[in-house]
């Protein structure tokens, strides 16, 4: 599936989460036993992904929270998502 600003993104609830302190946190995907580092603003979606949310309004939050114009939140939000979807770590369903 092609991640757009119209894509909704959920978590998966499989995922195993813990903040390592205020701006990083770890997680693991133990069916495909990969783990993950997230910087602040990684954990900041996933935060924002406790319910789920569109690409657009994922980048409308981040855009408010932090110094980033929106084009270059955008690709960096769809990159985010598209690889986080590939590793199984949330799900996306078309607008």
């Known amino acids: 599936m092609a991640i757009t600003l119209d894509t909704t993104l959920s978590r998966n609830g ?6 390592v302190n205020t701006e990083e946190a770890v ?3 133990v069916p495909l036993g990969r783990y993950f580092a997230l910087n602040a603003v990684a954990v900041r979606i996933w ?3 406790e319910q789920p949310m569109t690409v ?5 939050r981040i855009c408010e929270e932090f ?7 955008e690709s960096a939000v ?3 998502a598209d690889e986080f979807l590939d590793n199984g770590i949330v799900q996306a369903s078309a607008a």
Request: aromatic letters at 8%; hydrophobic letters at 45%.
């Open 14 to 19: 499989d995922i195993l989460y813990s903040p």
């Open 27 to 29: 997680m693991l995907n």
């Open 47 to 49: 935060e924002l992904l």
């Open 56 to 60: 657009a309004q994922v980048c409308a």
């Open 67 to 73: 110094e980033v114009d929106k084009q270059t939140c």
């Open 78 to 80: 769809l990159k985010f």
